[in-house]
């Protein structure tokens, strides 16, 4: 039996983001292509004396009780597999930026899960643990296996697409954060002008033809009236002045990426542009975990 696992909690980025409609429960109705990158916190899961799930993190301000969903996640597996005496400890080392449209959050549950699985010898399979992880969170689902994936409904149904074609990435956030429910709530009140070629975008991966995948890049919440959205506006013309292929924001934001084409070029966008902007990474495409 292992005393302590440790896991990779890859964050992710979103090609295309549309909204296609609002559920009778509420919810709306997304359709998003989304990809994991190399950027991402570490977990790990140690076995403690004592009962229940405790947590510690390296960013002072996260909570680290049950508003963490990596505590969230932890709870479900022992409830779930009967186990409800364990003791473990979560140890959150965060890369990721909060707030960032990036999934941190679902990232760290998504590889407790994971962790747990191995941990405690488990054996459930990636099918299991996605149902799992679709308790906890929208995004958890995908952030299981990752990789390169159509996400509909809440984000919770998953088709598996080829890979993204390789590719250097800028992820940059600006000083701020955007609040997900406030942006889904201006989104209500506008009519959307524009909507992503999500099936474009599927058949630019499948051709492995990324320069179709850029093109085809788009998000609806930058349609938002947001006076932030100009601070976004500002970063993707930075990126695309910089020789980005083309260049959006990532789920509700507040960070943004562009897509090189060589890293040459990425890291010298990436370094003009941390002069100004908070966090500026370069980053890969990630491809499936196999669990
Ligand atoms: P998404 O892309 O799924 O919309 P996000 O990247 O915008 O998410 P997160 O960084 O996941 O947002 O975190 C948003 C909020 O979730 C924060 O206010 C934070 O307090 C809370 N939170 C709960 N658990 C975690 C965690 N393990 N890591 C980071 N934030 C967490």
Do not use: W
């Not at 507040?254 to 370094?271: L, M, R």
């Amino acid at each position: 039996m292992k005393d302590e696992v440790r896991e990779e909690a890859y964050a992710k980025l979103n090609l295309t983001l549309d909204v296609t409609g609002k559920r009778s429960d509420g919810y709306h109705e997304m359709l998003m292509v989304m990809q994991t990158v190399s950027l991402a916190d570490t977990i790990t899961l140690k076995r403690t004396e004592g009962r229940g799930i405790s947590a510690v993190c390296n960013f002072r301000y996260i909570p680290t009780d049950r508003r963490n969903l990596a505590v969230r996640a932890a709870e479900l597996f022992c409830s779930e597999r009967g186990i409800p005496e364990s003791g473990v400890q979560i140890v959150i080392k965060k890369n990721i930026p909060v707030g960032a449209g990036m999934a941190g959050g679902s990232a760290d549950a998504a590889a407790v899960l994971r962790g747990m699985n191995r941990l405690f010898e488990a054996g459930m399979n990636r099918k299991e643990l996605e149902a799992l992880a679709g308790q906890v969170g929208s995004d958890v689902a995908f952030c299981v296996a990752g990789g390169t994936a159509l996400a509909r409904g809440r984000g919770e149904a998953l088709l598996d697409l080829d890979p993204m074609p390789d590719c250097c990435i800028v992820v940059c956030k600006p000083g701020f954060s955007i609040s997900t429910p406030e942006l889904f709530q201006k989104l209500d009140q506008i009519h959307l002008r524009r909507h992503p070629d999500t099936a474009g975008m599927q058949a630019a991966i499948t051709e492995g033809d990324l320069r179709g995948c850029t093109m085809r890049m788009y998000n609806v919440f930058e349609e938002v009236p947001d006076r932030r959205m100009r601070t976004v506006a500002e970063i993707k013309s930075a990126m695309l002045d910089f020789g980005a292929l083309g260049a959006i924001m990532t789920g509700t934001g507040s960070a943004v990426f562009g897509v090189y084409q060589d890293a040459g070029t990425a890291e010298k966008c990436a370094a003009e542009l941390s002069r100004e902007y908070k966090f500026c990474s370069v980053v890969r495409p990630i491809k499936r975990l196999s669990i």
